[in-house]
T-cell receptor, first 112, second 111 residues
Framework: QKEVEQDPGPLSVPEGAIVSLNCTYSNSAFQYFMWYRQYSRKGPELLMYTYSSGNKEDGRFTAQVDKSSKYISLFIRDSQPSDSATYLCAMTGETSGSRLTFGEGTQLTVNP | KAGVTQTPRYLIKTRGQQVTLSCSPISGHRSVSWYQQTPGQGLQFLFEYFSETQRNKGNFPGRFSGRQFSNSRSEMNVSTLELGDSALYLC??????????FGNGTRLTVT
């Protein structure tokens, strides 16, 4: 079983929809949680970075971490066609440094 | 501020050859990490360098190696290439205890 599970999709939504992306994990040592967005032929771009449990909002994006359930989410409000990309969750522990464990990514398409 | 720069962007090699990939981190970032991305395995950690020392290593064979120079630039080398080494190789840099910032990768194709 993988340490981080993420539904690969694909997920297709109309413009303006609220998108919910999720990951579950099994390693209780994970403390830092990230969401990256990756466009085709590009590297992953950091969207959100959170420590431990709680919510964090940045513009149209909200990240939630529930460590008790080992579940993290990314919400995108008022989705735009430019949000069409692959979204990757990633996480690491206090002593793992730059060794991130990634989900396999969810491919999102926002239709105009 | 310039982002992480990786060269070359694309590379085609044949089995048995070796390859060297280069990465220039964001200015001021001393930590450089390398990842392999494939459709089947996703993103997998290769190794991390900090101040010219390897600080962490993933579960890859010894054919995969790297180094970091005094200016924080890094190279990774893959010897005796196999077909399964075809992948997007991503370099990321960061400040101490900060999130990673990735380059656009080097697409390696082994024929």
């Amino acid at each position: 079983q993988k340490e981080v599970e993420q539904d690969p999709g694909p997920l297709s939504v109309p413009e303006g929809a609220i998108v919910s992306l999720n990951c579950t994990y099994s390693n209780s040592a994970f403390q830092y949680f990230m969401w990256y967005r990756q466009y085709s032929r590009k590297g992953p771009e950091l969207l959100m970075y959170t420590y431990s449990s709680g919510n964090k909002e940045d513009g149209r994006f909200t990240a939630q971490v529930d460590k008790s359930s080992k579940y993290i989410s990314l919400f995108i409000r008022d989705s735009q066609p430019s949000d069409s990309a692959t979204y990757l969750c990633a996480m690491t522990g206090e002593t793992s440094g730059s060794r991130l464990t990634f989900g396999e990514g969810t491919q999102l398409t926002v239709n105009p | 501020k310039a982002g992480v720069t990786q060269t070359p962007r694309y590379l085609i090699k044949t089995r048995g050859q070796q390859v060297t990939l280069s990465c220039s981190p964001i200015s001021g970032h001393r930590s450089v990490s390398w990842y392999q991305q494939t459709p089947g395995q996703g993103l997998q950690f290769l190794f991390e360098y900090f101040s010219e020392t390897q600080r962490n290593k993933g579960n890859f064979p010894g054919r995969f190696s790297g180094r970091q120079f005094s200016n924080s630039r890094s190279e990774m080398n893959v010897s005796t290439l196999e077909l399964g080494d075809s992948a997007l190789y991503l370099c990321a840099s960061s400040l101490q205890n900060s999130p990673l910032h990735f380059g656009n990768g080097t697409r390696l194709t082994v024929t």
